[in-house]
């Protein structure tokens, strides 16, 4: 199992706090009665977020496996769990 990268985990956490600060000021807006449409703009844009965090994960991954020396999957199979992958985050 291929570990991620220093620079990579540092771009995902970042992604990821903002994604948590997005969620607060979404139950803060139904705390607030704002409008459903507000909210689900917001929603979306979460989704959006965690969907290129997602993207960002999958693309470390493959980098990684392509360029490991040590790596014995064929790219056949690489392709096939790489696509299994993609498919989970959409």
């Known amino acids: 199992m291929q570990r991620i990268d220093e620079q990579t985990k540092m771009k995902i956490q970042h992604r990821l706090h903002r994604v948590e600060g997005q969620v607060r000021g979404v139950q803060r807006m139904l705390d607030d009665g704002r409008e459903c449409d507000e909210l689900?703009?917001?929603?979306?844009?979460?989704?959006?977020?965690?969907?290129?965090?997602?993207?960002?994960?999958?693309?470390?991954?493959?980098?990684?496996?392509?360029?490991?020396?040590d790596m014995t999957i064929s790219p056949r199979k690489l392709t096939d769990r790489l696509l299994h992958l993609l498919d989970r985050v959409d």
């Open 40 to 69: 689900l703009q917001q929603l979306a844009a979460i989704r959006s977020a965690v969907h290129n965090t997602a993207i960002l994960l999958a693309r470390s991954y493959t980098e990684s496996c392509l360029t490991d020396p």
